[in-house]
C-alpha cells in the first residue's frame, strides 16, 4: 500500500480548534425533593452511580427531604436522570427554586 493508492491518507490532518468551554456558573441549581424514608440510602447510591451528575444531602430527616445539587449546564441530564430513577424510587418535587411559576415547573407530577 503505497500513499499513491490512497492520496487522502496521505495527505496531513490538521486538528480541529477546541470549541472554548462553558463559562463557570456562579451558583449551582438545585431541586428539592420528598421520598420515602427508606429510599433515602437508595436514591444516593443510584446518584453516586452516575458519575459527577449531581450529589444531594438530607435537609428534612424526619420528612425524608432531600435537596439535589447540580451544575446549571447539566440540568436536562439531571432531569432525564430523575425521570429514569423514578421507577425505583419514587418520588415527589417539593420546591424548584428556579421555577418562576412553580405550579407550571412541574414536570415530574
Same mark, same amino acid.
Given at each position: 500500500? @503505497?500513499?499513491?493508492?490512497?492520496?487522502? #491518507?496521505?495527505?496531513?490532518? @490538521?486538528?480541529?480548534?477546541?470549541?472554548?468551554? /462553558?463559562?463557570?456558573?456562579?451558583?449551582?441549581?438545585?431541586? *428539592? /425533593?420528598? /421520598?420515602?424514608?427508606?429510599?433515602?440510602?437508595?436514591?444516593?447510591? /443510584?446518584?453516586?452511580?452516575?458519575?459527577?451528575?449531581? *450529589?444531594? @444531602?438530607?435537609?428534612?430527616?424526619? #420528612?425524608?427531604?432531600?435537596?439535589? !445539587?447540580?451544575?446549571?449546564?447539566?440540568?436536562?441530564?439531571?432531569?432525564?436522570?430523575?425521570?429514569?430513577?423514578?421507577?425505583? !424510587?419514587? $418520588?415527589?418535587?417539593? *420546591?424548584?427554586?428556579? #421555577?418562576?411559576? $412553580?405550579?407550571? #415547573?412541574?414536570?415530574?407530577?
Amino acid at each position: 500500500m @503505497t500513499p499513491k493508492a490512497f492520496p487522502a #491518507a496521505a495527505k496531513r490532518r @490538521t486538528r480541529r480548534k477546541p470549541r472554548p468551554p /462553558l463559562p463557570a456558573p456562579r451558583w449551582s441549581a438545585c431541586l *428539592y /425533593l420528598r /421520598l420515602a424514608k427508606s429510599d433515602v440510602g437508595m436514591f444516593r447510591f /443510584l446518584l453516586e452511580a452516575e458519575d459527577n451528575l449531581g *450529589y444531594m @444531602t438530607v435537609v428534612d430527616r424526619k #420528612a425524608a427531604v432531600v435537596q439535589f !445539587v447540580f451544575s446549571p449546564h447539566q440540568e436536562k441530564a439531571a432531569r432525564a436522570y430523575l425521570e429514569s430513577m423514578r421507577p425505583l !424510587v419514587p $418520588f415527589s418535587l417539593e *420546591y424548584d427554586p428556579a #421555577a418562576k411559576d $412553580f405550579a407550571a #415547573a412541574l414536570p415530574f407530577e
